[in-house]
């Protein structure tokens, strides 16, 4: 088992940017996939970024690619979302969430383990 702890959000004007981070607990981190996914009101929660256990392959969802980079660092048990050129439609609560599945997961309920959200507004 896993438990995730989202930071970094917070209130930028568009253009900005932001590093959101995901601290894991335990010493099984670097076997999980990761993704990250975000919830805007009265919106379905939404793919933004995965990457594998090790780090070699990532996928983004294409409203962020070019502007989003998803990486890790195993040694700190940590996952991170840079988010540069951001827009007022990246507004959400943004969540990390881990798996063990072969494939790295894209969908919500692929995932077993999901942290709290942090939230991102970005104004215009």
């Known amino acids: 088992q896993v438990q995730l702890v989202e930071s970094g959000g917070g209130l930028v004007q568009a253009g900005g940017s932001l590093r959101l981070s995901c601290a894991a607990s335990?010493?099984?981190?670097?076997?999980?996939?990761m993704g990250w996914f975000r919830q805007a009101p009265g919106k379905e929660r939404a793919f933004v970024a995965a990457?594998?256990?090790?780090?070699?392959?990532?996928y983004y969802a294409d409203s962020v690619k070019g502007r989003f980079t998803i990486s890790r660092d195993n040694d700190k048990n940590t996952v991170y979302l840079q988010m540069n050129s951001l827009k007022p439609e990246d507004t959400a609560v943004y969540y990390c969430?881990?798996?063990?599945?072969?494939?790295?997961?894209?969908?919500?309920?692929?995932?077993?383990?999901w942290g709290q959200g942090t939230q991102v507004t970005v104004s215009s």
């Open positions: 335990g010493r099984t981190f670097s076997t999980y996939h």
């Open positions: 969430a881990a798996d063990r599945n072969t494939v790295v997961p894209t969908t919500p309920r692929q995932y077993d383990y």
């Open positions: 990457i594998s256990w090790r780090g070699g392959s990532t």
